[in-house]
Each structure stands twice: as C-alpha cells, then as structure tokens.
C-alpha cells in the first residue's frame, strides 16, 4: 500500500509532543554534528516572534519545516523528486496540497523562507490548530507510486519519534556508532550532562553546546 501524508497525520503526536520530539532530534544532532551546515535535524526556538521552527534538510534538495505558534503547528514537506513537486507540474502547487489550510497558516503558506520564486517548496502539507483532536491533510489524488508524496521517507524518523529510529539514522549519516540510551535520555528531555554529551560525541562536552541549547530551547531542568 501507498504511503501518504494520510498516512503521517494519522500517526503523528500533538501538538506538544511532536514539539518535544523535534527538540530532542535538533539538540541530538547538535552534539553529533558540532557544524550545524552538516546537520540533518534543527530547531529554532527563537524563530519569529511567537513562533518556533523546526525544520530537517538532507542536503540534496529534501526538506521539511514545522512552525509552532499559538495557532496551532503547520507542515510542509519537500520531496524533490516526487511528481506532485511544483518543478514537474509547472511551478504550480498539486491540485488540493493547501486548498484547505486554515487562514491561520496563510503566512505559513506565503513564508519566503519555505518558497522558490514565490511558490511554496511542497509536495506533503499538513496542519493541526489548538484545540483540534487529530491532524489534518487536504483532499488529494495521488500519482502512482509506493511514496507518491516523500511522506514516507521525510518524515518515517519523526513519526517513528523513537531513540531507536533516531540511532539508525544516525549511524547511517553519520558512519559512527551511536549510543541508543544517551539518545533515550536526550528523548525524555534530561538536562545535559558533560558524561552524557561525551557519550554521543566524545571532543565535547556541555560548555560547548550553549548556543545550541538557547536557540533549541532544551530543557536546563528535568521537565
């Protein structure tokens, strides 16, 4: 069977939790990749005010962004290759990808930081407002294929949400073994410790990873 951003909105947390899950991915990958330009997963506390954005680029032109704010968490998803891209579609968005998207996350839609000569970088979109009980995807007609959109393979870590999926990805990208329970405790949101950042990267230690902490927004204090 076909795996859509269907497939996504029914698997993802809230609101809340998917906040958290997306600062544990953000501040594990800051202490396996010291260079952010190298990272895989970031997340910008400080984004705008009243927002918070989480974002994964894999440097070969996929991305996704996720922005927080009192309205709720808005998605989108970038698979470069996927037919529904605006490059194989005239630079027009798949018919149904934002029809439904809430005013709410108009600017979300217009943001210049997620576009390319003005059209929205998209081939997966989802949207959760406060107080909604699940999350919400537009009506669409896919194109054929196993992963007609890219939800699968953009954000397979993110839903799994996991220190196990987090490893694999990990030792892959990075070719280095990985501490699963260190990931688990970053996972849970435990301070930072100088034992528990050399575990996942032995040249550093907390002193090192001060900025990272402020812009992630990681927890100081057990939550």
Do not use: K
């Amino acid at each position: 069977m076909p795996v859509t951003v269907h497939d996504v909105a029914s698997a993802l947390p809230d609101i809340a939790v998917l906040r958290q899950r997306c600062q544990a991915l953000a501040m594990s990958d800051a202490i396996m990749s010291p260079e952010w330009e190298s990272r895989y997963y970031s997340f910008d506390s400080r984004w705008a005010p009243g927002e918070q954005m989480a974002s994964m680029r894999n440097g070969s032109g996929d991305a996704w962004s996720i922005v927080f704010s009192s309205a709720g968490a808005f998605i989108r998803g970038f698979d470069h290759e996927s037919p529904m891209s605006p490059a194989n579609n005239d630079d027009e968005l798949w018919p149904g990808l934002v029809d439904a998207v809430p005013d709410v996350f108009s600017g979300c839609v217009a943001e210049p930081a997620f576009s390319f000569d003005g059209t929205l970088e998209a081939t997966v979109c989802l949207w959760r407002q406060q107080g909604d009980d699940r999350w919400h995807a537009g009506e669409l007609v896919f194109p054929a294929g196993d992963d007609p959109d890219g939800a699968d393979r953009l954000f397979q870590v993110l839903v799994e949400g996991s220190p196990v999926a987090y490893q694999r990805f990990a030792e892959d990208y990075y070719e280095t073994a990985v501490d699963v329970e260190a990931v688990g405790e970053i996972f849970a949101l435990h301070p930072l410790t100088d034992d528990l950042v050399r575990r996942l990267n032995p040249d550093l230690v907390v002193a090192d990873l001060g900025e990272d902490l402020a812009e992630i927004g990681y927890p100081s204090r057990p939550v």
